[in-house]
């Protein structure tokens, strides 16, 4: 019997992919207990923009998927017939080492493209914790995910300068270009950077790039106490160290203040004895060997079974107050926290695990109050369905959300994308 989904059948959409690239959905491909009906995989802007066609006139949801790395993030949707992977657009389409950019499609894998890039000792500079778990390119734009480097180079938004997407009634749209100082036309990059799929389906993008550093040192401060950290950091930022990366590890393995330094050698060794020299005062200094800084591992709590992992994110000279209120807020409810965060940019992670999932639930309901009343705001990344369905895994919206929902009407005047996972249900 033909398998169909509003009055669309699995064979309609092998004619625009061909029969080995489109399937009936499994239970593993659902995406917060959501199951989608069927998986279809475009080779092309052109099957793409033909399956968002097809998808938009018969009211058809879809959810762009690449790795799968982020399924997790968001609000659970509020249906899904069709995920829209990008796995098939894998290539590089042009790099030009002498200009330091690169265009590539959206579902190529981040670390393949990273060697690719190492062969003329250049980077996209962006090192975000999924990144080894088979993250690709879209993905983290789609996500604007990004990792300790962003202290020293910027986020996803800093970094893109050109894109090309595939909106919901099937056009096809562009911005920007392939040289860092074009800044002709509507900034569709960083629009759709962060829109978690909402807005439309990443095709290609355009990064600028930057030397891979000669050397690299990580100096590390054992510190004593929840002030030690916010003072350390506050010093490290305040100094002349040019930092890659200024991060907290919080555990009950280790309370460390981690900083990356790159260059050339002969940079990297006095940028490291002046940082050993600034940090003596907060605790034990030492220089964590490659092995050591390595084994920290993902400097994001990625959340698993039913762990509940946050991000807050604060004025950077809150980190002490961050701290004292997340590891206060946990210890009077019997959950046991795990914090990470890039110090410098006023990002904190919180994984909560053990005790019940009413009391983890309570933690972050209290630290979103504190921290939404103080300009801040907690975003739930991972936790069990029922949880993010008390919580709602943005928080308040404030005067952001009119604006938000306006933008996605406009472009996607059916709310076939994603629906549901955004801000504000959208």
């Given at each position: 019997?033909?398998?169909?989904?509003?009055?669309?059948?699995?064979?309609?959409?092998?004619?625009?992919?061909?029969?080995?690239?489109?399937?009936?959905?499994?239970?593993?491909?659902?995406?917060?207990?959501?199951?989608?009906?069927?998986?279809?995989?475009?080779?092309?802007?052109?099957?793409?923009?033909?399956?968002?066609?097809?998808?938009?006139d018969e009211g058809?949801?879809?959810?762009?998927?690449?790795?799968?790395?982020?399924?997790?993030?968001?609000?659970?949707?509020?249906?899904?017939?069709?995920?829209?992977?990008?796995?098939?657009?894998?290539?590089?389409?042009?790099?030009?080492?002498g200009d330091q950019?690169?265009?590539?499609?959206?579902?190529?894998?981040?670390?393949?493209?990273?060697?690719?890039?190492?062969?003329?000792?250049?980077?996209?500079?962006?090192?975000?914790?999924?990144?080894?778990?088979?993250?690709?390119?879209?993905?983290?734009?789609?996500?604007?995910?990004?990792?300790?480097?962003?202290?020293?180079?910027?986020?996803?938004?800093?970094?893109?300068?050109?894109?090309?997407?595939?909106?919901?009634?099937?056009?096809?749209?562009?911005?920007?270009?392939?040289v860092v100082k074009?800044?002709?036309?509507?900034?569709?990059?960083?629009?759709?950077?962060?829109?978690?799929?909402?807005?439309?389906?990443?095709?290609?993008?355009?990064?600028?790039?930057?030397?891979?550093?000669?050397?690299?040192?990580?100096?590390?401060?054992?510190?004593?106490?929840?002030?030690?950290?916010?003072?350390?950091?506050?010093?490290?930022?305040?100094?002349?160290?040019?930092?890659?990366?200024?991060?907290?590890?919080?555990?009950?393995?280790?309370?460390?203040?981690?900083?990356?330094?790159?260059?050339?050698?002969?940079?990297?060794?006095?940028?490291?004895?002046?940082?050993?020299?600034?940090?003596?005062?907060?605790?034990?200094?030492?220089?964590?060997?490659?092995?050591?800084?390595?084994?920290?591992?993902?400097?994001?709590?990625?959340?698993?079974?039913?762990?509940?992992?946050?991000?807050?994110?604060?004025?950077?000279?809150?980190?002490?107050?961050?701290?004292?209120?997340?590891?206060?807020?946990?210890?009077?409810?019997?959950?046991?926290?795990?914090?990470?965060?890039?110090?410098?940019?006023?990002?904190?992670?919180?994984?909560?695990?053990?005790?019940?999932?009413?009391?983890?639930?309570?933690?972050?309901?209290?630290?979103?109050?504190?921290?939404?009343?103080?300009?801040?705001?907690?975003?739930?990344?991972?936790?069990?369905?029922?949880?993010?369905?008390?919580?709602?895994?943005?928080?308040?919206?404030?005067?952001?959300?009119?604006?938000?929902?306006?933008?996605?009407?406009?472009?996607?005047?059916?709310?076939?994308?994603?629906?549901?996972?955004?801000?504000?249900?959208?």
């Amino acid at each position: 019997m033909e398998t169909r989904t509003k009055n669309v059948s699995l064979e309609d959409l092998q004619e625009i992919v061909g029969e080995e690239h489109a399937r009936e959905a499994t239970s593993e491909d659902a995406v917060d207990g959501v199951a989608p009906s069927f998986v279809v995989e475009p080779g092309s802007i052109e099957e793409t923009s033909r399956l968002m066609r097809l998808a938009n006139d018969e009211g058809l949801t879809v959810a762009p998927r690449g790795g799968g790395t982020k399924r997790g993030w968001g609000n659970p949707p509020r249906e899904l017939d069709l995920i829209l992977s990008t796995v098939r657009m894998n290539e590089v389409i042009e790099h030009v080492p002498g200009d330091q950019v690169v265009r590539v499609q959206a579902g190529l894998n981040l670390e393949a493209l990273q060697e690719r890039l190492g062969r003329s000792d250049q980077m996209l500079a962006l090192d975000p914790p999924e990144k080894g778990a088979g993250a690709t390119v879209g993905g983290v734009v789609a996500a604007n995910s990004s990792g300790p480097r962003r202290y020293r180079y910027g986020t996803v938004r800093d970094l893109i300068i050109g894109i090309t997407v595939v909106l919901p009634d099937g056009t096809v749209a562009k911005a920007g270009g392939k040289v860092v100082k074009n800044v002709a036309g509507y900034d569709l990059g960083k629009l759709f950077t962060g829109s978690l799929g909402t807005l439309g389906v990443l095709a290609t993008c355009n990064f600028r790039l930057h030397p891979r550093p000669e050397a690299a040192r990580t100096v590390a401060v054992e510190l004593n106490d929840t002030l030690a950290a916010g003072q350390a950091a506050q010093t490290l930022m305040h100094s002349q160290v040019f930092a890659s990366a200024l991060e907290l590890h919080w555990s009950e393995d280790a309370r460390l203040l981690t900083v990356l330094i790159e260059g050339i050698s002969k940079g990297v060794d006095a940028q490291a004895e002046t940082t050993s020299y600034l940090l003596r005062g907060f605790g034990e200094v030492r220089t964590l060997s490659d092995e050591e800084a390595d084994h920290l591992g993902p400097l994001t709590p990625p959340g698993a079974g039913d762990e509940v992992a946050i991000k807050i994110a604060h004025p950077p000279a809150e980190l002490t107050g961050v701290l004292d209120s997340a590891l206060g807020a946990a210890e009077r409810r019997g959950v046991a926290p795990r914090i990470t965060g890039h110090a410098g940019a006023g990002v904190t992670y919180l994984a909560l695990s053990g005790g019940e999932e009413e009391a983890r639930a309570q933690v972050v309901e209290e630290l979103r109050e504190i921290w939404v009343r103080r300009g801040g705001s907690v975003v739930v990344r991972q936790a069990p369905v029922p949880v993010k369905k008390r919580l709602d895994a943005w928080g308040p919206a404030g005067d952001y959300l009119g604006l938000t929902r306006r933008v996605k009407e406009k472009f996607d005047p059916r709310g076939i994308l994603n629906p549901g996972r955004f801000l504000g249900g959208i």
